[in-house]
């Protein structure tokens, strides 16, 4: 009896739906393999150019209707003509907090072939996986804009740090960081910002008692910046605040080939609402429709979907055949110095799975429904 896992797609703006359609291909195939499961996608049309038609990023509904799925595959959200606070706001943001999609999960990880910036420096010395407080902080929406066009102009932007946000997020790095056997930094700004951040460390550390096996570690955001760079293999496990993770993410994207390789996760751990996987390169509106897009950061993140629903193994097959292909170089990009095109590149995934299956098959893949 074939697990049914009903996928909502939203490939979004610009190159979105070109390297989604790639992570479909990816899943397509794997549904065909393995008798055990299926997928059921379906595709809404929301984004920028949904706007334009109709003033807003998705139906007036469409929270309603995404909630009856087991997952979300987006694409990219953005283009001109459209304020970038509107088009994050109403469809990227209002889905991970009204989904209570608390942690963000960026894994940091230099695959063999990938290109990086930094001499010197070994694989395994940049395999990180950032978790990002993705509900609250500085992204939360509090403020006000006060006497405007005036003299006396004023806007603020307050950061919103509950205990309950702040323990949860913290709870699952230690969690994780004690089921992978690794360490863990926090990541604060506990010196300038003398509420928000110094309650992050307090808490940090409260929880820490819970957790005496977990070695941790404490950095302020500017001197992670300066060790991540210098000093990558100090980071495995690391948990932060909204906007330092979302900062910080993207200078590891450089550091691991960049941002064409750079996939996300928007959990909800209770699997009380959908959870949300992405790609985190945005819509990239310069190249959109010419068929070069990077696609290996949507095919990254659809393993990431795989492991959340449970086929850990058919994870693994994703990325080592990911590797594979940059390690070969045979059907890259342009943003990684080839010439192939979005599907070409997404078809040697494909080719290199059938390869790595052909040796070993993963029929005793887990499945936690």
Sequence with gaps: MKNIHKIAVIPGDGIGPEV??????????????????????????????????????????????????????????????????????????????????????????????????????????????FIRENSEGEYAGAGDWLFKGKPEEVVLQTGVFSRKGTERIIRYAYETARKTGKTLTSVSKGNALNY????????????????????????????????????????????????????????????????????????????????????????????????????????WSASQMLEFLGYEEWAHVVLEATEQVLKEQKALTPDLGGTASTSEAGDEVVLKMTEIIGKSFPTTASSNH
């Design 196 to 299: 928000s951040m110094v309650f992050w460390d307090q808490v940090f550390e409260e929880i820490g008692k819970e957790y005496p096996d977990v070695q941790t570690y404490s950095y302020l955001v500017d001197a992670a910046s300066m060790y991540m760079i210098n000093q990558p293999k100090r980071f495995q496990i690391v948990v932060t605040s909204n906007l330092f993770g979302d900062i910080l993410t993207d200078l590891g994207a450089a550091l691991a080939g960049g941002l064409g390789l750079a996939a996300g996760a928007n959990i909800n751990p209770e699997r009380i609402y959908p959870s949300m996987f992405e790609p985190i390169h945005g819509s990239a509106p310069d190249i959109a429709g010419q068929g070069i897009a990077n696609p290996l950061a949507a095919i």
């Design 20 to 129: 989604i359609r790639e992570g479909v291909k990816v899943l397509q195939k794997i549904a065909e393999w393995d008798e055990r499961l299926q997928f059921q996608f379906d595709f809404f049309p929301w984004g920028c150019e949904y706007y334009v038609r109709h003033g807003k990023m998705m139906a007036d509904d469409g929270m309603e209707q995404l909630q009856s799925f087991d997952a979300i595959y987006l694409g990219a959200v953005g283009y001109p003509g459209v304020p970038d606070h509107v088009s994050l706001w109403d469809l990227l943001l209002k889905i991970r907090k009204r989904f209570d999609q608390y942690v963000n999960l960026r894994p940091i990880k230099l695959l063999q072939g990938a290109p990086c910036p930094l001499r010197d420096v070994r694989r395994e010395d940049i395999d990180m996986l």
